[in-house]
């Protein structure tokens, strides 16, 4: 009998093996399918208007007291139907901050649901700045993308490319300014799948690894309109879009430096923290992200810059903040130093992501500027 049993029992321990493994590949199917609709996915604004104003008198703006409220800098408040700038804070209460306030755009109410905005100016450079500017079209390969042109008198121009978002070319107004008085033309381009920008084939972003393909038409539209070389700032995942240029193009010996704001630098180690965070249990979260190559194209060690660190042979102003929750500091502060002499970085300790500008203007300005005049000189 005990013969009888054992393949029996062989049997039910195989169907248990079995089922298991099916489980754990339909999790780990799921898990991708989740990382494409959170990463790869283009998405736009999500509309969300969290904070009521309880009042707007006098240049002075009443706000409920929330950790985003009540941060220092200069950010953007926007509502439905206005747009201010708010900046110096003149009290903070048990549950209000008051906060100085200039208007930018359309008025900004008593009772009016409004968010907070990075970005910190609406609209083009003309109605931000008073920079006139030229609508430029990219002919990529699969189409065009538009892009903002503002001229000025060098012949090295610096091209701007945003961080995640579709309608993203207001990342640029924050630094366009500083940048136009020195000189320096500015293009700040759409890629494929931003509003404006011809979409990709299978509507996905794959974070320069087709991207990239954008920035070399920009660089050769600029060539064709007079540009002589090229400062290339990259933002968040713009970085990593620039990183996979300076790594995939023929020729780059048109790029003088480039500038990185809060660079993502391993989408894979992203993700990886972000399934841990909700909960997904490790070996599912390693085998979606293996589906996710496997089925979409992501090549994760492609994107890994930490890795790639003795490909770039160009100067990079890496400007990171201790808080930022995409790219871990030290993930920051290791790719630092596999750059070596190429490297100059300057960390925002309050900085989270993307929003380095926003906490100190005064100092992200003057080091943007001084790095450009130890690589491009005076005019």
Do not use: C
């Amino acid at each position: 009998m005990d013969f009888r049993i054992a393949p029996l029992v062989t049997r039910v321990l195989l169907i248990i093996a079995a089922t298991l493994l099916l489980v754990f590949v339909v999790l780990g199917w799921m898990h991708s399918n989740a990382i494409r609709e959170e990463f790869l996915i283009p998405t736009g604004d999500a509309g969300e208007y969290p904070l009521t104003v309880q009042s707007n008198d006098a240049g002075r703006v009443v706000l409920p007291r929330t950790a985003e409220s009540e941060r220092p800098g200069v950010w953007g408040l926007e509502s439905e139907d206005g747009y201010a700038q708010v900046s110096t804070i003149v009290r903070i209460d048990d549950d209000v901050v008051v906060r100085g306030i200039t208007e930018a755009d359309g008025v900004v109410s008593q009772d009016d649901a409004v968010r907070f905005d990075v970005d910190a100016f609406p609209g083009d450079p003309l109605t931000a700045h008073g920079l006139g500017f030229e609508d430029f079209a990219i002919p990529s390969d699969i189409g065009p993308h538009t892009a903002w042109f503002v001229d000025g008198r060098r012949a090295t121009w610096v091209i701007f490319v945003h961080d995640t978002g579709t309608d993203e070319l207001g990342q640029s107004l924050r630094l366009m300014p500083r940048l136009v008085e020195q000189g320096f033309p500015v293009l700040s381009m759409t890629y494929r799948g931003d509003v404006g920008a011809t979409p990709s084939e299978d509507g996905m972003r794959m974070w320069g690894l087709t991207e990239w393909k954008d920035l070399d038409a920009a660089i050769g539209a600029a060539q064709r309109k007079g540009a002589k070389d090229f400062v290339i700032v990259g933002s968040g995942s713009g970085a990593s879009l620039v990183s996979s240029y300076l790594h995939e193009a023929d020729d780059i010996s048109a790029v003088r430096a480039v500038i990185y704001d809060s660079p993502v630098l391993d989408l894979e180690g992203v993700t990886a923290r972000w399934a841990s965070e909700s909960g997904t249990p490790g070996p599912i979260s390693w085998l979606g992200r293996h589906l996710t190559r496997l089925r979409f194209g992501m090549e994760w060690s492609e994107l890994d810059q930490i890795e790639r660190a003795e490909e770039f042979d160009v100067p990079v102003l890496l400007l990171i903040g201790d808080s930022d929750p995409v790219t871990p500091i030290d993930e920051y502060l290791t790719f630092a130093e596999a750059l070596g002499r190429l490297v100059v970085v300057e960390r925002f300790v309050q900085g989270r992501h993307g929003d380095l500008w926003n906490i100190d203007v005064d100092r992200y300005l003057n080091t943007v500027e001084e790095f450009l005049l130890e690589i491009v000189g005076p005019e």
